[in-house]
Each structure stands twice: as structure tokens, then as C-alpha cells.
């Protein structure tokens, strides 16, 4: 049974496969694949030209700026939480989303858990790979806070303060 | 004997009942004369900012979030380091005894109905008393956990929190607690302080930073705030054409590696404050160490990138985002101004309140008081340095007295300062004498506001898990050795800081004179620095020598002292004396006697 995400607000199959930097381009999931940001660089021009749907990985030393100006290949960006206390990802899904007019899936994904959705949602992010057990909690946690203070990137969520009172 | 003011008709004229809705602009003064016959002797707060229904949702859904958040970590769903990252967000450590609850005391400022509250939690949740610390906050040291989600919704009941109090966040943006009444003051750098305060609750970009990140903002010539050694320093200065906008500093703290900030930024026109803000913070949290956390605060950063490329990163940052919809327009400066305007002030002279009066009133008139920018009216430091009591700490009943008197002689206004005093801002100098009284009573007029006793202190090893040594008992040794009024007064202005260890909790790298605890073999050591100052001149202190036993840290200091006074010139400050003269007569005197074994 493939692997189930939290996309868009609802729980959902996850219909990506990551490729490992070692194995062969072929057999592409019906989906799309995910390279590491490393195999992206060192196989750009042939993954530019490959038929499919394209996904990439960013750590959070990676900098967004590097795939800038190959945004529109990927239909799906992951950005990398290695830990509860490591938030560059949510700069990253700012600046991919609000700087580069990224469009397409933003997933994070490592160490993402119910309490974490509600920021991420705010920087851009529309789907999370979660423990199996937070998946049906986390649905709920689009609606932790009913207003913010301060812009952000809010496609449907409460402007901020300043501008409604 | 105080009179008794019952809580209740107070709070149905003060601004926390659900009947007072959110308005916009500020009341008249008709409306304000209306509330003030209606509340009889007692003034009514006007100049705080005041919750609307968005705000106080904003905080129950905190409490909430709180709440769930604790019950999965007892219910073993969490474990103990993913709850830590929770709740440290929410000011709770572990701490030696118990748990330790920070909480937030936005720039310092507090009603006696938020006041009267700490003192309940206190009495109901601690044992019976609070520690108001450097940061304006205050901490309670034996809460049980599972009652913390019960004492944040008795907060959010008075408008407060414990939001981003710890944890790698934005904490509480702080300020001069003389904020609005200070003659020196350009603008009151409050209205600044709640749109720093909102913008960074919450932020959801920054909520994971390398480390803390503090922010403090002055208006005023002096620096009450210490912001040249917080990570963002903000100061209210004005531009090439006269008008106000900010200067920005960055890069300051204490700590392992104690650093004075640097301007980043001389003259930031105003409506980009928050964009400003942002940019750093967002070049802080892609660029910040996150390899080691002795490392990771900002000031490292602006270290090794030094400060031009540090601010060469924040402009283009800068640059490409000033026009994302921070711009804080005019009629959002005018509106969180309004909440800040001054109370309404009777027409009075000034008077001269110590004429006649008995020399322990006059002592406490000289230290315990500040002018006051409007005749008849003085600034009043309620001191919480009272010889055997912990710096910092009060009581439950003492907080509830405060809360009091602030109704009766302060338009029920409490400030919490930098140097974990408390201050009433805005009292009649005819009602001085009353008030000293009462406070007399209550032990909190000891009369040594800025003089050696009026140290800043941490909880140390008594309460803390990260110090080294303890702190309080060091501070009552200083109070037994330095009892005598007389020779603090010729000792004139001097900050003695101490903390139990290297994370300087307690500023001593700032304090005239610094003491660190040190743990040397399973042993208390104490290490001395001195020429450290916190203000607008701000400054390291220089370590003396090798660390002292606790038994010889007050004799050491009085040697140092004992130098002071043979060196200065008539009025000259220890600090002064320190920068003209040098360490090299303080180191020889400071080891001469054999105290310092």
C-alpha cells in the first residue's frame, strides 16, 4: 500500500516515488519521481528533456535560489525538516511560494508533525508526510489559530490584523 | 493601615471586561471624566494597549493548543524532547524542583488587574511569590504541569500569556520602563513595542530560529533597556529632515560570548520597521550556526560575516521584500498611539515633597523617585532589593498590594523594570508621603534604587538547572557586608550584576561591578568583573583575577570599592573612576588580603 500525505487538507495516497542517487532513471511511478538535489544538479539537462512529472528535495542548506531558475520542471518541491528545532524550510516555502511564484506541490516532509501544520501552512506548504498516527489529527490543525498578526503567504487564510481592524 | 479597594468595581471600569469592546481611536476626554466620576477616588488605566476579540481569541486558542499539547506528552504520545520543543514555546522549563513558568509582561507594562492576578496564580499555583526578571517577564518556580494549561487560561482571563517567553523564537520586546514619562525621551517607544509585540506572535517564518532572539526598543537619550546588548536593538531617533524613524542595531547579547550590538542600519524611515525586522531575521534564519548552539545566536553571525556584509544581506534582503505588505501605514501608528496616550493628569506645580519630612522619607525621595515630565508628578521605583530577599522576587501579597496602590495613586498602571524593580510612572508628588508609608509597611521601600544593593541577580542554583553556583545567597552576603545607608549613598551610582553562570542571565558581563559563579571542582567560585555598563555607553566588564570563594566575594568587592573611593574625583561615578584609572589598581588591591583564599 503506498504511503499515505496530508495534501490540500485531506488525507490522500501518495503517488511520488523518491529515486535513490544510485538507481537508473527508468521505471518512473505513475506519479512522478523525487531526485535528490544533488543527482537534479549533476543530471539537469537530461532531466529537463525527460518526459514526466519531476520532484525535488532541498535540505535546509540548500539554497532556494539554486533551483530558481529551473522552477517551472518540478511539480513538486520537498523541503527537508531533519528535526523538531530546524526551521529554515519555512523560509525556504516563503521565498519559493512568495519570491519565485512557485506554483506547484510544496511538501515537507522528516520531522513534520500536527503542531508544526499550522506555520507551515501559513509558509506555502500544501502537503506533509506524517506519521501514520497524526495523519487524522493534523487535519484539524489548519484551524489552530483563527487570525494572525502579520502576512504571510495566506492564499485563504485571515489577513492580518493591521489591514482588518 | 491601607483602605481596602475591593476588586470589583475596578475591574467594571477597566478595559478586561467582556462589555468593553475594541474601539477604535482614542476616548474623549469627556468620555474619560465620565469614567473617572464614575470610579470616585480611583483613576482608571488608559495608556496600555487594550485586547480586542481577536486578540483574546488568539490567546484561548493558545491555552488550547496548550492544553492538548500536555496531555498528549502525559499520556505518553509525545516524548520528553519533542514536548520540550513545545513547550518551551510556551515559557515552560524543567527546572532543578519543578517546573519553571515564564511569563509574558509585554515591554513591562501591567494593570493592576493583570498584577492582582500574578499575585493569585502565585498564592494558588507557587508558593506564594513571583520573580520578576531582566527582561521585563515574570517567573513562577513550582507550578505543577499539569496545572500550567489552568494558570494560561486564568491568564488569557486578564489578558496575558507566556507565548514565545523561551524557546528559539522571537521573545518579549522590552523597553524603558520610564516609557512616556521620561523628560528625555523623543518619542514613547510603546505604540513601536505592540507592533513588534503582534507582528512577532505567532510569526510563522520564525517560530524555529538558530536560537532566541530578543528585541528591545528605546525613545530616550539614556538606555534603561540595555538594547545594546539584545540581538536587535531598535532605537527611535530622527532622520536627515527631522522626522522619526529608527536606528537599527544588531548582533548584541551576553552569554558565553558577550558582544555589543552594531548599528546596522543608521536611519530607517518608520513605516519600514516591520520589513526591516523581517529581512533580518529572515537572513538570521537561513544564515544563523545550527551546528552548535554557543554559536548560534545572532551576534555570531554579524561576528564572522562582520557587520558590513551582515548589512549588506539584511538590505538586499531588504529590498526584496520592503513592499510585501508590512508598511505600517499612518492610521496604524495613529491607532496603537492612541492606546498609549497619557492619562488624564490633574494641573498641578511642582512641589518640593521631602521639605519637612523625616530623613528615611527623604533617603527614599532621593533613590526611589524620578522627575516626571509633567510638573506635579514624579516616577516611583518600588524596590524589590530589600536586604534577605531574593532580587526580583514578590509576594503574592505584595503584588496584590502594588496592584492597589497603582488604583489609588498611579491610574493603575505597574511597570516592571530592567533591573527586576517594579515602578509606578505617573504619581501626584502631594501623595508621595502617603504612598512611601505604605510601601514602608509592606517592605518595599527599601531606599537603594540605583546604589550597590540594588543588584540584578538570577535564581542561580537554588532554582535553576543550568547555573553553576548560587546567586542569592551572594547577594545576601553583599546585603549583610554592605548594610550601612550612609556609605552606599557616598558610594553614590553603581550596578552590581550577578549570574550563576555563563548564560549571564544576569548581565554581569554589563554590571559595573559583574559576579559569575563558576563550578570549580564541585565547588561555588565566583569571578569578578568590573567596568561593564549596560546604557547608551555600554560596555564588557574586565575580569580582575582569579575567582573567589563565595566567603571572600564580598570582602573582594570591598577592597575593590575601597580603591574607588581613594581614586575619584568629586562626583565621579565607580564606572568613570574604573575607565580613567584603569584595572591595574583594583587588581592589586582586590587579592591583597588573604580573604580571597
Not at chain 1, 73 to 83: H, K, N, Q, T
Request: include cysteine.
Amino acid at each position: 500500500m503506498p504511503r499515505q500525505l496530508l495534501r490540500d487538507g485531506r488525507v490522500v495516497a501518495d503517488d511520488w516515488s523518491y529515486l535513490d542517487d544510485g538507481a537508473g532513471p527508468a521505471a518512473s511511478a505513475a506519479g512522478g519521481v523525487i531526485l535528490s538535489l544533488a543527482r537534479w544538479v549533476a543530471e539537469r539537462s537530461a532531466w529537463l528533456e525527460a518526459p514526466g512529472r519531476l520532484g525535488v528535495v532541498l535540505s535546509g542548506a540548500h539554497k532556494v535560489e539554486q533551483l530558481a531558475p529551473d522552477l517551472s520542471r518540478f511539480d513538486l518541491i520537498v523541503a527537508e525538516f531533519p528535526g523538531p528545532s530546524d526551521g529554515r524550510g519555512y523560509t525556504q516555502g516563503r521565498l519559493l511560494r512568495e519570491r519565485y511564484r512557485y506554483a506547484g506541490e510544496l511538501r515537507a516532509a522528516g520531522y513534520v508533525r500536527r503542531d508544526q501544520i499550522f506555520f507551515l501552512a501559513r509558509c506555502g506548504f500544501n502537503s506533509f508526510e506524517l506519521p501514520e498516527s497524526e495523519l487524522a489529527a493534523a487535519t484539524g490543525a489548519f484551524h489552530t489559530f483563527s487570525a494572525a498578526y502579520q502576512p504571510a503567504n495566506d492564499a485563504g487564510l485571515p489577513l492580518p490584523l493591521q489591514f482588518r481592524r | 493601615m491601607l483602605p481596602s479597594f475591593a476588586g470589583h468595581g475596578c475591574r467594571a471600569n477597566h478595559a478586561f471586561g467582556p462589555t468593553s469592546a475594541p474601539q477604535r481611536g482614542t476616548l474623549s476626554v469627556y468620555a474619560r471624566t465620565l469614567l473617572a466620576a464614575a470610579a470616585g477616588r480611583r483613576l482608571v488605566s488608559f495608556d496600555m494597549y487594550r485586547y480586542d476579540v481577536i486578540d483574546r481569541a488568539l490567546v484561548n486558542e493558545r491555552v488550547a493548543q496548550f492544553r492538548d499539547q500536555t496531555q498528549r506528552f502525559l499520556a505518553g504520545e509525545l516524548s520528553d524532547d519533542e514536548f520540550k520543543h513545545l513547550r518551551l514555546r510556551n515559557g515552560l522549563y524543567i527546572q532543578r524542583h519543578a517546573p519553571m513558568l515564564r511569563v509574558a509582561i509585554p515591554y513591562g507594562l501591567l494593570s493592576s488587574s493583570q498584577l492582582r492576578a500574578l499575585g493569585s496564580i502565585a498564592r494558588r499555583y507557587d508558593r506564594g511569590y513571583g520573580h520578576f526578571t531582566t527582561r521585563q517577564n515574570i517567573q513562577f518556580n513550582w507550578p505543577k504541569l499539569e496545572q500550567v494549561p489552568d494558570i494560561l487560561a486564568e491568564l488569557a482571563a486578564v489578558d496575558m500569556h507566556a507565548i514565545q517567553t523561551s524557546g528559539n523564537c522571537i521573545r518579549n520586546t522590552t523597553s524603558d520602563h520610564l516609557a512616556g514619562v521620561t523628560p528625555d525621551e523623543l518619542e514613547d517607544p510603546r505604540p513601536w513595542c505592540e507592533i513588534i509585540r503582534q507582528w512577532s506572535t505567532f510569526h510563522p517564518e520564525f517560530a524555529f530560529l538558530p536560537r532566541k532572539f530578543k528585541i528591545a526598543v528605546t525613545g530616550a537619550a539614556q538606555d534603561r533597556a540595555a538594547s545594546l546588548v539584545h540581538d536587535v536593538g531598535v532605537h527611535i531617533v530622527r532622520g536627515p529632515g527631522g522626522e522619526l524613524g529608527f536606528e537599527i542595531l544588531a548582533g548584541g547579547g551576553l552569554g558565553r560570548a558577550p558582544m555589543i550590538g552594531q548599528v546596522v542600519r543608521d536611519f530607517l524611515p518608520r513605516e519600514h520597521l516591520l520589513s526591516y525586522l523581517e529581512a533580518v531575521l529572515r537572513v538570521y534564519n537561513l544564515e544563523g550556526r545550527r551546528d552548535n548552539l554557543t554559536k548560534a545566536r545572532i551576534k555570531i553571525l554579524v561576528k564572522s560575516l562582520g557587520v558590513e556584509e551582515f548589512r549588506r544581506r539584511v538590505e538586499a534582503e531588504w529590498e526584496a521584500l520592503r513592499d510585501a505588505g508590512l508598511r505600517v501605514g499612518d492610521a496604524e501608528v495613529a491607532r496603537m498611539r492612541a492606546f498609549f496616550e497619557p492619562p488624564a493628569y490633574r494641573d498641578l506645580d511642582d512641589v518640593d515633597p521631602a521639605a519637612g519630612k523625616a530623613a528615611a522619607f527623604r533617603a527614599w525621595y532621593r533613590y526611589n523617585t524620578v522627575r516626571h515630565k509633567v510638573p506635579g508628578y514624579r516616577a516611583v521605583y518600588i524596590s524589590l532589593k530589600k536586604p534577605g530577599v531574593p532580587p526580583g522576587d514578590a509576594s503574592d501579597m505584595q503584588m496584590e498590594l502594588v496592584a492597589d496602590l497603582a488604583d489609588r495613586y498611579a491610574f493603575g498602571e505597574v511597570r516592571v523594570t530592567h533591573t527586576q524593580n517594579l515602578l509606578l510612572a505617573d504619581v501626584e508628588q502631594e501623595k508621595l508621603h502617603e504612598l512611601w508609608n505604605a510601601l514602608e509597611g509592606a517592605g518595599l521601600a527599601t531606599p537603594n534604587i540605583g546604589t550597590l544593593t540594588d543588584m540584578i541577580c538570577c535564581p542561580g542554583l537554588d532554582f535553576c538547572s543550568l547555573a553553576n553556583a548560587g546567586s542569592i545567597d551572594v547577594a545576601r552576603l553583599i546585603n549583610e557586608r554592605f548594610d550601612d545607608y550612609d556609605y552606599l549613598y557616598d558610594l553614590g551610582e553603581i550596578d552590581v550584576k550577578m549570574s550563576g553562570c555563563m548564560n549571564a542571565c544576569g548581565h554581569h558581563h554589563v554590571g559595573n561591578i559583574g559576579i559569575l559563579g563558576v563550578d570549580k571542582g564541585g565547588e561555588e567560585w565566583y569571578q569578578i568583573t568590573i567596568g561593564g555598563a549596560a546604557g547608551a555607553d555600554a560596555s564588557l566588564g574586565s575580569v580582575i583575577g582569579p575567582s573567589v570563594a563565595k566567603a571572600g566575594v564580598a570582602d573582594t568587592i570591598a577592597r575593590l570599592l575601597d580603591v574607588y573611593v581613594e581614586h575619584r574625583s568629586p562626583e565621579e561615578r565607580f564606572l568613570d573612576t574604573v575607565r580613567r584609572i584603569g584595572l591595574k589598581p583594583f587588581k592589586e588591591r582586590a587579592y591583597a588580603a588573604p580573604a580571597a583564599a
